[in-house]
């Protein structure tokens, strides 16, 4: 009987490819891309072989290898991992992960074939492991449940202390992550200045090591980072003596402007089944979007005043948040809504009362509507009369009142400068929508719906 073959790489294609490889030399094989569903896909097939890739999106193949191997059953099924990275430390972290050979993408033709060969011949799938395998007709653990990524994304936008103080927030998100991702050990760290960040780890009930608290450190690169242990319970129970232990390792660099803004690094002693590390992804784009906002809100490019973060952002400043915001909000399918906000009788104003008093006016109204904001909400003038408002959190409904409030009150305290009958308010707003390819088309998109509502007798236009 041809000896069966399971390869395992996030491109279909260079999957396919080994495939025909190994059918041409009398093997069966079969792929998957699937890398979470992989190990019901090793008991349902219980293959002689795993090829397993190490660059994949979601699951790495030093990840997935842990899992397998961790498995009492499938762990002895042989793994030979291949990858464009043949570094010395790459091979480490393939065997160390339990690998049990080391292949170049490079060579995928004669040299794979000896090298599986080989290993298939020294280690052998017994016929009571494959029987093993093929008999568990139901296996929960295997492909369990995966918790509802609409009730995480739910309680990161809960999460409301974005302009508070690092040890504020981090307890908020790490004790958000906590409920959806059982990691042992987690650093987070949020750039104060351009000189340092403060780091805050949950030790959970590990000691960890003076080495790999170090180790761990040294990874942000960062000037003398502060220091902050939170989270942590009374009783360790658990020694961790190297960064080796940990089973899962996941450390991410967050990135805006090419400027560091933060870090995020969760660890696990123990193998976390697949239902946690679905969501592994989507915990790392939502870190990413709160520390985005902060850096927007609080660094102001990272300087180190915090002061007002409800200030009227310029232009260039403007544009990069809708940007992000745009593309953060599609990939999330999250609500967002761009408004105009235009006093449009500004220029019978300055005729009437001056320059002077236009001015207090102008900057009555921007000291208002800045108070108005909520979290995650970005201003900026983009000309004399429009203020331009970006409402992150918004839906339609929740848009419409808050522009509704905002037009009844812009006419009620401008009317203490000059006749209410002078002060005109209209306040165009569109939701996003995937009909707009990038954020210049939202914004001319709105600028048509603002020509729209200058020749209507309404206040408000929302689409």
Avoid at 308 to 319: A, E, H, I, M, V
Avoid at 405 to 414: A, C, D, N, P, Q
């Amino acid at each position: 009987m041809a000896k069966k073959v399971l390869i395992i790489d996030d491109s279909i294609d260079e999957a396919n490819a080994v495939v025909r490889i190994f059918e041409k030399s009398g093997y069966s094989a079969l792929c998957t891309s699937d890398t979470f569903g992989a190990l019901g896909i090793v008991y349902k097939e219980a293959p002689d072989l795993i090829i397993l890739d190490i660059l994949m999106p979601e699951l790495g193949g030093y990840e997935l290898c842990r899992m397998i191997k961790a498995d009492e059953i499938a762990k002895n099924i042989p793994i030979v991992m291949y990858s464009k990275l043949d570094k010395n430390i790459d091979k480490f972290w393939a065997f160390r992960s339990g690998a049990n050979a080391f292949v170049n993408k490079g060579e995928l033709s004669q040299e794979l074939l000896n090298v599986c060969a080989e290993t298939i011949k020294k280690m052998p799938v017994s016929l009571e492991i494959k029987g093993k395998l093929l008999s568990v007709k139901s296996r929960t653990e295997i492909n369990p449940s995966v918790p509802a990524k609409d009730d995480l994304v739910k309680d990161f936008a809960a999460i409301k202390e974005i302009d508070a103080e690092g040890d504020i927030l981090a307890l908020k998100i790490l004790g958000t992550i906590r409920r959806y991702f059982k990691y042992d050990c987690a650093m987070l760290t949020f750039k104060d200045s351009e000189q340092e960040g403060t780091l805050f780890f949950d030790t959970g009930s590990l000691i960890l090591d003076n080495e790999v608290f170090d180790e761990i450190k040294h990874t942000v690169a960062m000037k003398n980072p502060k220091i902050n242990v939170i989270l942590q319970k009374d009783e360790k129970t658990n020694t961790v003596a190297d960064i080796s232990d940990f089973f899962v390792k996941y450390e991410y660099e967050i990135n805006v402007d090419s400027n560091i803004v933060g870090y995020l690094h969760l660890y696990a002693i123990n193998n976390l089944n697949s239902s946690q590390l679905k969501l592994l992804s989507t915990i790392k784009d939502l870190v990413e979007h709160i520390m985005r906002l902060r850096y927007f809100r609080v660094s102001n490019k990272g300087a180190k005043s915090s002061a007002n973060p409800r200030k009227l952002y310029t232009q260039l400043d403007f544009d990069r948040i809708l940007s992000y915001e745009c593309n953060w909000h599609r990939r999330n399918n999250a609500p967002l809504c761009l408004a105009f906000v235009e006093v449009d009788s500004i220029e019978s104003i300055q005729n009437s009362y001056g320059n002077q008093y236009t001015d207090l006016l102008l900057a009555k109204i921007s000291n208002f509507l800045t108070g108005c904001l909520g979290d995650g909400d970005f201003i900026y003038r983009n000309d004399e009369n429009i203020f331009v408002i970006l409402m992150t959190n918004s839906d339609y409904q929740s848009a419409y009142k808050k522009l509704e409030y905002l037009v009844e009150k812009i006419k009620e305290k401008s009317s203490s400068l000059s006749d209410e009958e002078h002060i005109k308010v209209k306040a165009a707003a569109l939701v996003l929508d995937d009909k707009y390819k990038n954020h210049y088309e939202y914004i001319d998109a709105l600028y048509d719906t603002l020509d729209v509502l200058r020749h209507s007798k309404d206040d408000i236009l929302l689409k």
